[in-house]
T-cell receptor, first 111, second 113 residues
Framework: LAKTTQPISMDSYEGQEVNITCSHNNIATNDYITWYQQFPSQGPRFIIQGYKTKVTNEVASLFIPADRKSSTLSLPRVSLSDTAVYYCLASFTGGGNKLTFGTGTQLKVEL | DAGVTQSPTHLIKTRGQHVTLRCSPISGHKSVSWYQQVLGQGPQFIFQYYEKEERGRGNFPDRFSARQFPNYSSELNVNALLLGDSALYLC????????????FGPGTRLTVL
């Protein structure tokens, strides 16, 4: 399983764009990049998943360069409610449901 | 539609006791996975069940066991509880057994004294 590395914490202000970068140098050909969000005392929530280039949904964008050794989760115009832990995972779709979470990035959004 | 539900929400046990945690997946989901989350760390995979069969097991001792019922609900059992078993136990469901998009329940907070 590919090991992912992301910053332990980040601070931002309301209305700003936040970019969280994840490093996954040993990503396998079959691995997808998946991001989850977790609030205190709740289960993680799926945000977005991608394989290459750019994926966008209603809450975030995911940028993955051609070499796939890193990826960036972009949260546009964050609000206080985006304060949470964000996990980057390199997961093989088709290999079962074993998601491997690291320690994540604690994002703190202030006024 | 109801999400993944787990019971109980909180539980206090003493060392050596046994505990059973329960999970009901989203309607139509056939796969259930269990995770343990210790404070300050990410969730760690314990088990996956799909169509009532164990499909994956994490690096946990044999004191941990699970099963999935015909209605796709699941139980996680932990025997001979240790202080280190204190954690948030999360259940996640997905449509099939190969999804990276899993839907997590709110968890059961287990405290072992």
């Amino acid at each position: 399983l590919a090991k992912t590395t992301q910053p332990i914490s980040m601070d931002s202000y309301e209305g700003q764009e936040v970019n969280i970068t994840c490093s996954h140098n040993n990503i396998a050909t079959n691995d997808y990049i998946t991001w989850y969000q977790q609030f205190p005392s709740q289960g993680p929530r799926f945000i977005i998943q991608g394989y290459k280039t750019k994926v966008t949904n209603e809450v975030a964008s995911l940028f993955i360069p051609a070499d796939r050794k890193s990826s960036t989760l972009s949260l546009p115009r964050v609000s206080l409610s985006d304060t949470a832990v964000y996990y980057c995972l390199a997961s093989f779709t088709g290999g079962g449901n074993k998601l491997t979470f690291g320690t994540g990035t604690q994002l703190k959004v202030e006024l | 539609d109801a999400g993944v539900t787990q019971s109980p929400t909180h539980l206090i046990k003493t060392r050596g006791q046994h505990v059973t945690l329960r999970c009901s997946p989203i309607s139509g989901h056939k796969s259930v996975s269990w995770y343990q989350q210790v404070l300050g760390q990410g969730p760690q995979f314990i088990f996956q069940y799909y169509e009532k069969e164990e499909r994956g097991r994490g690096n946990f001792p044999d004191r941990f066991s699970a099963r999935q019922f015909p209605n796709y609900s699941s139980e996680l059992n932990v025997n001979a509880l240790l202080l280190g078993d204190s954690a948030l136990y999360l259940c996640a469901s997905s449509l099939v057994g190969t999804d990276n998009e899993q839907f997590f329940g709110p968890g059961t907070r287990l405290t072992v004294l």
